[in-house]
């Protein structure tokens, strides 16, 4: 019998109606003003669909035009419901949306599983929203892909970048980092906040991004010390806060868009 996770937060972050949520969906991506390559990795958020939806849609974008190429995505975000060390992965076969289920990668994993940092651990992939938001972008701009989920619990940077190294450099594999910006500042120090940030990713200067700078700023490091040392280039796409899209200006959370080729 297949083991299948179910979805979380549907109905919650977004429609739990498949044609809603497709038509949701697609309305981002034609909204997207986005141009440029094919990227290697993208940075993207995962909040409510009102809230961060078309900021994630820029990124989802550009991988489109990868509808026929990308086989394998690599998904990481930050655990938001329980604490543990390491990364953790799933015995799932595959993750459920509204739009279908997407096959795991398990040969990826088990490439993975020797790290001393990474473990099975259902519990961490349970309720959590920061990977699941992601899956229907997923599912709109590719043809048949299989994915790698992992959450980020209390680990280093530099074990995000030692997963990656593992994984990189199949042509047909993308790196989506999943992560929100600053949280519940007012408007005008958010904007600050998160202007930093987006220059830090640009610079690929993980040092200069902290506890306060974004959620899942383990692995958006991660990310960067691979893209530094792989000679990548980082490009913002968009940066916006929920006091642009859904929500009041007195407590805001971030959210950038970027990608890395």
């Known amino acids: 019998m297949k083991n299948i996770r179910q979805p979380a937060v549907a109905g919650l972050f977004y429609p739990d109606d498949e044609h809603r949520l497709r038509a949701m969906v697609r309305d981002f991506l034609l909204d997207a003003n986005t141009a440029g390559p094919l990227p290697k990795a993208i940075i ?6 009102i809230y961060s939806g078309p900021i994630a849609a820029s990124a989802y974008a550009l991988i489109k035009q990868g509808r026929d190429v990308i086989r394998r995505v690599v998904l990481i975000g930050p655990s938001h419901k329980i604490g543990f060390h390491g990364i953790a992965v799933s015995h799932a076969d595959s993750f459920a949306t509204p739009l279908g289920n997407i096959p795991i990668d398990c040969a990826a994993i088990e490439k993975i599983l020797d790290l001393p940092f990474v473990k099975r651990l259902d519990e961490a992939h349970l309720l959590e929203h920061s990977l699941e938001v992601h899956m229907p972008f997923l599912q709109a701009v590719l043809n048949q892909f299989e994915l790698v989920p992992l959450v980020v619990g209390i680990a280093a940077p530099s074990e995000v970048s030692s997963v990656l190294e593992r994984l990189w450099d199949d042509s047909g594999t993308m790196t989506v980092i999943s992560s929100d910006l600053s949280h519940y500042h007012d408007y005008a120090t958010a904007k600050r906040i998160d202007q930093a940030t987006s220059v830090a990713i640009e610079r690929l200067r993980p040092e200069d991004i ?16 691979s893209a530094r040392e792989k ?16 929500g009041p200006k007195d407590r805001v959370v971030g959210y950038g868009s970027y990608v890395f080729a």
């Open 231 to 246: 000679g990548l280039t980082a490009r913002t796409l968009d940066l916006r806060s929920s006091g642009d899209t859904a």
């Open 210 to 225: 902290g506890h306060e700078s974004a959620c899942g700023r383990i692995a958006v490091n991660g990310l960067l010390y």
């Open 44 to 49: 993207a958020p995962h909040a409510g669909y």
